[in-house]
């Protein structure tokens, strides 16, 4: 083939090549980082929904939980344990617990989270112990009395 003849595919076959996505719903997974799920979107979602591009972030340091989400509003993505959340420039921390599809529903989450830890930080009550109390009847052995003693 002449070189001419290979750089006109080489111009039809590189835009062609750009427009596959690559479907990485199993690769997401719990427990992630934040930048491992970078390395996935990076290639699979466009520039309106990609969440470190534009990053829309809903964080408190207090609890350590981050709303993650894009622009698009296509995906949300809870993280737990950040210290650090995520900006233009930098990916921040934390471990992903869940993908949601709505804010709303994110945020039941965070509040089932907050609800889980503020219950398993609570001291577990003493519940009293009812001591069967014996009484005198059950103590002692009756003597069975015959119809003719």
């Known amino acids: 083939m002449s070189s001419l003849r290979i750089f006109w595919i080489a111009i039809f076959l590189v835009p062609l090549s750009a427009c596959v996505t690559t479907d990485t719903r199993n690769d997401l997974r719990v427990g992630m980082s ?3 799920l970078r390395s996935l979107t990076v290639f699979t979602t466009t520039i309106n929904d990609d969440p470190f591009i534009s990053p829309v972030s809903e964080w408190s340091a207090l609890p350590q939980i981050e709303i ?13 344990d ?5 900006t233009k420039k930098r990916d921040g921390n934390g471990k992903l617990h869940s993908v ?16 889980a830890r503020r219950q398993a930080a609570e001291p ?15 103590t002692t052995k009756q003597k069975r009395i015959g119809p003719l003693e």
């Open 34 to 36: 934040k930048s491992e």
């Open 68 to 80: 993650l989400y894009a622009e698009g509003r296509k995906y949300f993505y809870v993280f737990t």
């Open 82 to 86: 950040v210290t650090q959340k995520t």
């Open 100 to 115: 949601h599809t709505s804010v709303t529903a994110a945020r039941q989450v965070v509040k089932d989270i907050l609800l």
């Open 124 to 138: 577990k009550q003493a519940r009293p112990s009812y001591q069967r109390q014996k009484t005198e009847r059950a």
